[in-house]
């Protein structure tokens, strides 16, 4: 694997860990359900999710305030 060069990286603001809860009891598709907890590299903040729309909401805020504070947003 290559490193990739200067113009291929990606703003470190716009970096987040997931990390995932999981379980396969009763034969549950797990498609349909998010759980676990979501932290943005830079700033720190987090929040544990339990669904979908609660993570989706959560990187648009974070990542629609790193953009006003590089001066992307309008």
Known sequence: MTSPDTSERL?????????????CANGRDLRDEA???VEHVVSGRALRF?????LGL????????????RGEAQ
């Open 11 to 23: 703003p470190a603001d716009r970096a987040f860990v997931l990390q995932f809860e999981a379980s």
């Open 35 to 37: 759980r676990g907890r």
């Open 58 to 69: 959560f990187l648009a805020t974070v990542l629609r305030e790193a953009a006003v504070k």
């Open 50 to 54: 339990r669904s979908f729309d609660e």
